[in-house]
T-cell receptor, first 117, second 112 residues
Framework: DTEVTQTPKHLVMGMTNKKSLKCEQH?????MYWYKQKAKKPPELMFV???????INESVPSRFSPECPNSSLLNLHLHALQPEDSALYLC????????????????FGPGTRLTVT | RKEVEQDPGPFNVPEGATVAFNCTYS??????FFWYRQDCRKEPKLLMS???SGNEDGRFTAQLNRASQYISLLIRDSKLSDSATYLC?????????????FGTGTRLTIIP
C-alpha cells in the first residue's frame, strides 16, 4: 500500500504562531521529503531526510525547521512565517538510494494547505 | 535553460483521441525519469517511471531518448478522467542525491 498521510489537511496561522505539520508513512521507506508548492507551479524541494539524517536543505529559511523522530515520521515545525509562505506543503517518501545510479520513485501525501495571515 | 522543460499547454483534446507530451532535460548525468499526474488541488501521483527501453502501462506509453535528452508520454484512447496536469520529473540519481527536478507541467483537458 503506497500511502503517505499528512496532518492537518488545512492550517491557518498568524505570523506570530508556532505550528507543526506531520507526515507518516508505513512503507518501510528510509528517505522522506518536504516540498512546497505554490498555485500553478511545480513542487519545490525543501528538505530530504535519508535514514533519519538530514541530507539536503535547499537553503530554506530557518523559520521552517524539519525533524525526523523515526523512520516513519517527519515533522515540519513552523515559526514566525510570512504571508508569502502560504502554499501547499507536500511530504513524500521513497526507498533510500544507496548505490550510484538511478533512484527510486517518490510517493506523495495529500499535503497540508497552509495559509499565513 | 531550465533543467526540465515541458510545453505548458493547455492541451484540449476530444475524448478518444491520442495525445503526446514531450519533455527535454538539460543535465546529461540524469539517471531516473518519471511522469507524474496532478489533479487540481491534489498531490502529484506517480504515473510511470521511464526506462531506456520504453515502457507501456495500458493506454500509456513512455519513451526515453538519452542521446537527445528527451522524454515522451503517449496517451491513447483518452478518457475524461485523464484530465490533469502531467509533470515530467528527472533525477540525477547517485548516492544521497534524491533530488527530483520537476518540469512546470502540461495541462490536459479531455473534452466530451
Amino acid at each position: 500500500d503506497t500511502e503517505v498521510t499528512q496532518t492537518p489537511k488545512h492550517l491557518v496561522m498568524g505570523m506570530t504562531n508556532k505550528k507543526s505539520l506531520k507526515c507518516e508513512q508505513h512503507m518501510g521507506h528510509r528517505a522522506m521529503y518536504w516540498y512546497k508548492q505554490k498555485a500553478k507551479k511545480p513542487p519545490e524541494l525543501m528538505f530530504v531526510y535519508s535514514y533519519e539524517k538530514l541530507s539536503i536543505n535547499e537553503s530554506v529559511p530557518s523559520r521552517f525547521s524539519p525533524e525526523c523522530p523515526n523512520s516513519s515520521l517527519l515533522n515540519l515545525h513552523l515559526h514566525a512565517l510570512q504571508p508569502e509562505d502560504s502554499a501547499l506543503y507536500l511530504c513524500a517518501s521513497s526507498q533510500a538510494n544507496l548505490l550510484a545510479g538511478g533512484s527510486y520513485e517518490q510517493y506523495f501525501g495529500p499535503g497540508t494547505r497552509l495559509t499565513v495571515t | 535553460r531550465k533543467e526540465v522543460e515541458q510545453d505548458p499547454g493547455p492541451f484540449n483534446v476530444p475524448e478518444g483521441a491520442t495525445v503526446a507530451f514531450n519533455c527535454t532535460y538539460s543535465n546529461s548525468a540524469s539517471q531516473s525519469f518519471f511522469w507524474y499526474r496532478q489533479d487540481c488541488r491534489k498531490e502529484p501521483k506517480l504515473l510511470m517511471s521511464v526506462y531506456s527501453s520504453g515502457n507501456e502501462d495500458g493506454r500509456f506509453t513512455a519513451q526515453l531518448n538519452r542521446a537527445s535528452q528527451y522524454i515522451s508520454l503517449l496517451i491513447r484512447d483518452s478518457k475524461l478522467s485523464d484530465s490533469a496536469t502531467y509533470l515530467c520529473v528527472v533525477n540525477k540519481g547517485g548516492f544521497g542525491n534524491e533530488k527530483l527536478t520537476f518540469g512546470t507541467g502540461t495541462r490536459l483537458t479531455i473534452i466530451p
